[in-house]
Structures are given as C-alpha cells and as structure tokens.
C-alpha cells in the first residue's frame, strides 16, 4: 500500500469494467482494507488524509478533464460537419469556433490542475497526449506526453523487476537499503539486508 493514488484509481478502473461477482467482491474487500489503512493511519501518524484528499482530487479532476475532451470532440465534429453543407453559416461556425476555444481552454486548465497533483500518471499522460495529438494536431506535444507516458511504464516496470531482482543482493556480506521514491511516500525504506 506505499501507493494509494493508484491502487485507488486502479481499482475504480476495475470496477469499470464490469467486473464478475467475484471480482467485484474483490474490489469492495481492497477498497475496504484500503479505507481501513487509512483510519488507522490516521489515528497513528494523521499525515494520510492529505494524500487522500489528492487522490479524490485527482479522480474528480481526470474524470472532468475526460468530460471536457468529449466536449471539444463533439464539438469539433459539429463544427467540421456544418462546414461541409453547401452553404455554411458563419454566425453558427463562429458560435462553435468559441465553444471549442473555452472547452479547449478548460481542458488546458484541467491538464495543469492535474500536473500540480501528479505528473506522471500514465492513463492522464496517454489520454491528453492522444487529445493534442489527434484533436489539437499539435502532434509534436502530444507525441512527447504519449512517449513520457510509455516512458513512465517502462520505468515503472524496470522498477518493479529491480525489487524483485533486490531479494539475490540481500546476503550477509552486503548493505542494501531499499528507499522508496514515490512522491506519496518519499524515503520510506522497503527492505533492508540481513547484515544490517
């Protein structure tokens, strides 16, 4: 549980899913252990709720940001179909130019709110990558965020083969102390050698 931020969002894109029985008792038993962590660490160290106050955050600013990209596409959809009638309405073209200028203005504003949390989420990396990319034509942004977000996986994997490769170097003749660099839980040591 050294990161809540995504066990959460995971387990919310799970239940998405339309998950089996089973799977959904699952997710309820995780969210429920989850919850149960947070109270007690609460009562014992009281330095979780902000963490949690950022992932609630998070999710309601993502699932915006999602709602407002859907918001410029449709428009972007109605405004490229009315320009290919016969004889196009300047007055309607105008009034959906500004839609889609606020909407994508908004969609900005989301995308920075959601940098200050957390800036390497990979699912808000490839979904704003992929908005800029294919419905801003700014392929140059969006590629970069698409490839960070590949980048951020990747690292994340190597990161996870590291402490499962870590348990051969924990013998008596070497010190290892394995720290965690996750932003919600900096320094956190996660293992340590039989020598020390």
Sequence with gaps: MSNIHASLLELSFAQKKKPSIQQQFTIFR???IIEEHLSQDHIDHK??????TNVIEFERLFSEMQKSIEQVTNLQ??????????????????ELGKKI???????DR?????CMINPHYQHALTLYGEYLKDIRNHDHLGTQLIDKSFASLAAKK??????ASADVLFNDNTSIIHVSGNKESL?????TSQGL
């Design 77 to 94: 959809v109605e405004f490229w179909t009315h320009l290919t009638t016969l004889v196009p309405d300047l007055n309607v073209l105008n």
């Design 47 to 52: 330095e979780i709720h902000p963490q949690l």
């Design 187 to 191: 320094g956190k040591i996660l293992n």
């Design 101 to 107: 200028y606020l909407a994508a203005e908004q969609v």
């Design 30 to 32: 995780y969210k429920s």
């Design 110 to 114: 989301y995308w920075a709110q959601l």
């Design 158 to 163: 190597a990161l996870d083969e590291n402490a």
